[in-house]
């Protein structure tokens, strides 16, 4: 008899339970009813109280944080007065008393799936710890962050949050930074983290990408447990989200800001960084974007002439290592902090192409030389503003030929080189096409052009003197 009164109890909780269940999801949506209550089950009611159970921690905390009071609400509607629900986290593989299992005949799970839970999960935390371990750059620390006006903003922000003690109240949550990139957004994300690290070592910092953020989510999703996946960001205390604006994909940006919502709401800091602000992330959802832009966000300039020239001291002392006899010449130095106008990633890029070329020719590197170099790296000419006329002009004055001679069928080397010279500052400093450069040169055709270009290319790189020859023609056209 009282065997046949429990599951008469049991059945019409279960009943009741579906009925709260199919509310819920009128409420809440298909999307939402599935990411919080599609594994929740009802325990047990009585006393006043209502007892559900979820399989994580992760979800308990997040539905008594922002569902509870709209649950209390709807299983009032079904059941009758309540003074209040328990959510619980049960055992993997226990079976609820609504589904007809009371305490007593709770069922001992089987072993495969809780092995393969249990493997899900080191799975998703080895690929965090992994991320938490292994992601941050040990070398950009704000130690070796150039500060200047462009960038002096968001590094006092990270500064702050990096610094910030542990349970201290967030004065900037989220923290979104923005740049071009090259400018120091990861940088500054990295240094964040090593000084977290460094000076708090018993709180928990995850950096990652968003490409890796959205390949855990898939990995988690062949192995058929996000909530694992879910789970492993409630232990977080910074998280680091770098490149954001190429999360794609409306389950992934879901859960994303699932983790996100979780993780501010419950004081944790985040910081985002990506190469636009919140406002032209289109990719990503309304929802998200105003989230974003609810915190702090600043932007990233690009560096002004002292500071370039600031990094690019930097970036020689360090390439150098103490070795002086590679040194480059202090007005080529400038040169290339003037002729660079991006940020660091470029300024040292240029210097790289230097100081290979000075290392490759065994001999200091001129101005002019340095000059020719950097003419692909500099993107500064105006191609527009450059005329094929100019070129014949100035190559003519510079080798004593008339137009006249350069536009002729002559085959003099004293004719020759110069016309060669010419096509290719044309297809070098212009926008012009190579058939079209042939018909400015007296009617040659794109071969002719091209041929001369590469000939001229092969003697520049072992000809010295026709190096700084061409350097200066360059830097003549440029001056016109």
């Known amino acids: 008899m009282t065997t046949t009164v429990a599951n008469s109890t049991n059945h019409t909780l279960k009943d009741q339970w579906h009925r709260i269940a199919q509310r819920l999801k009128a409420e809440l949506g298909d999307d939402l009813f599935n990411s919080w209550f599609a594994r929740m089950d009802a325990e047990d009611v009585g006393q006043g109280q209502l007892t559900v159970s979820v399989p994580t921690r992760f979800l308990r905390s997040w539905i008594e944080n922002h569902y509870l009071s709209k649950l209390h609400k709807i299983a009032e509607a079904e059941i009758g007065a309540l003074e209040g629900v328990q959510v619980r986290v049960r055992i993997q593989g226990e079976a609820s008393r609504a589904n007809g299992q009371g305490p007593s005949e709770v069922q001992r799970p089987v072993a495969a799936p809780v092995e393969r839970n249990a493997a899900v999960a080191a799975q998703i935390n080895t690929f965090l710890t992994a991320e938490r371990g292994g992601m941050a750059d040990e070398s950009q620390t704000f130690d070796s962050f150039i500060v200047g006006s462009s960038n002096q903003l968001a590094h006092a922000a990270a500064m702050r949050v990096a610094n910030a003690a542990s349970g201290a109240a967030l004065t900037f949550n989220p923290l979104f930074i923005h740049s071009a990139a090259g400018l120091g957004k990861t940088h500054l994300l990295n240094a964040v983290a090593h000084r977290v690290r460094t000076q708090q070592p018993g709180r928990k910092v995850l950096m990652l990408t968003a490409e890796r953020f959205m390949y855990g989510f898939i990995h988690a999703i062949r192995q058929r447990d996000t909530l694992a996946f879910k789970d492993q960001f409630q232990s977080i205390d910074v998280l680091l989200i770098d490149d954001f604006q190429f999360l794609q994909g409306k389950a992934i940006q879901q859960e994303f800001c699932h983790a996100f919502n979780s993780l501010v709401d419950s004081k944790r800091q985040v910081i985002v960084a990506a190469d636009v602000p919140p406002a032209q ?97 500099a993107g500064t000419a105006d191609l527009g503003r450059i005329k094929i006329d100019d070129i014949l002009k100035i190559v003519g004055r510079h080798y004593n030929v008339g137009r006249t001679d350069l536009l002729s069928p002559r085959r003099a080397r004293a004719v020759v080189v110069p016309r060669q010279i010419g096509m290719y500052l044309a297809k070098k400093l212009t926008a012009r096409s190579l058939p079209e450069i042939g018909r400015r040169f007296g009617g040659r055709d794109h071969s002719t052009v091209l041929h001369a270009v590469r000939k001229i290319d092969e003697q520049i790189k072992g000809d010295e003197k026709m190096a700084r020859e061409v350097a200066l023609l360059i830097r003549l056209v440029e001056q016109q």
């Open 281 to 377: 992330l289109d990719s990503i959802d309304q929802r998200m974007r105003s989230r974003l832009m609810g915190g702090l966000v600043i932007d990233i300039e690009t560096p002004d002439l002292e500071q370039r020239r600031m990094i690019i001291d930097v970036r020689h002392n360090a390439m150098l290592n103490g070795d002086l006899a590679g040194a480059i010449a202090p007005d080529v130095l400038e040169l290339i902090s003037n002729r660079i106008t991006g940020g660091g990633r470029e300024l040292e890029g240029a210097l790289n192409r230097v100081m290979a070329y000075q290392q490759f020719n065994k001999s200091a590197i001129t101005l002019d030389l340095a000059s020719m170099v950097l003419r692909d790296a």
